[in-house]
């Protein structure tokens, strides 16, 4: 499952045809999947006051940067996130996957 994720936004975010990813077309359907439980539109659930469900929510500029960068997976702070180390750190956790 992380492998699959991981690879999916490395694709979309790093891939030279960044600029023809739509988000709701390519993005959006892997953020439901995988990230909605807890950054979805359920107001109650949301972890972090974090909406990827809406394209401003999933561009957003936070304070430690933003969440994703198109053409640049290193850059973007979900990717950083799915594809760290530390099981205390990496998304989604793995008590949900």
């Given at each position: ?7 999916a ?18 993005v ?5 999947t ?8 359920d107001?109650?659930?949301r ?14 500029e936070r ?5 994703i ?11 950083q996130?799915?594809?760290?180390e ?5 998304m ?6």
């Amino acid at each position: 499952m992380k492998f699959r994720v991981v690879f999916a936004f490395s694709f979309l975010l790093a891939s030279s045809a960044a600029a023809q990813v739509d988000f709701q077309r390519d993005v959006r359907p892997i953020l439901a999947t995988n990230c909605f439980q807890c950054h979805g539109p359920d107001e109650a659930a949301r972890e972090v006051e974090l909406r990827l469900d809406t394209e401003d929510g999933a561009f957003e500029e936070r304070p430690s940067g933003r969440i994703i960068v198109p053409g640049s997976a290193e850059q973007s702070l979900l990717y950083q996130r799915i594809s760290h180390e530390s099981e205390l750190v990496r998304m989604p956790p793995a008590a949900l996957t």
